[in-house]
């Protein structure tokens, strides 16, 4: 998995992040703080450390950015037989909302935008 921290977009919500690598997978992620226990460690040993990983079952092409004014990371694949992209962000707790209780979550979407 020899593989650059360049290789890396990171989500996070000021209390913990995931690093998304540019095939897909979330291969660092400690929550729900930073120095919580890692739940997903790839980066640090391929084989004990685990992953989670979203994408095409063919051979694809990558390509990555942030959602215009957003912290959500869009990682956009190219097959022969189409296109998806895939959303990661964090959710977080907002002051003064109704959402204040909701739990924080890593938060990942896939969406097909175009099929042969």
Known sequence: MDRNISDYGVIGNMRT??????????????????????????????????????KPAEAFSSKR???????????????????????DMTSCRLKKSSFTNAPRAFITAFASIKAK
């Open 17 to 54: 992040a995931a690093l998304v690598s540019s095939n897909g997978s979330i291969d660092y992620c400690s929550p729900p703080y930073f120095d919580s226990p890692t739940v997903f460690a790839a980066l640090l040993d391929e084989r004990k450390g685990g992953y989670f990983s979203l």
């Open 65 to 87: 950015e942030y959602l215009s004014g957003t912290c959500i990371l869009c990682t956009s694949f190219t097959t022969d037989n189409g296109k998806a992209t895939l959303y």
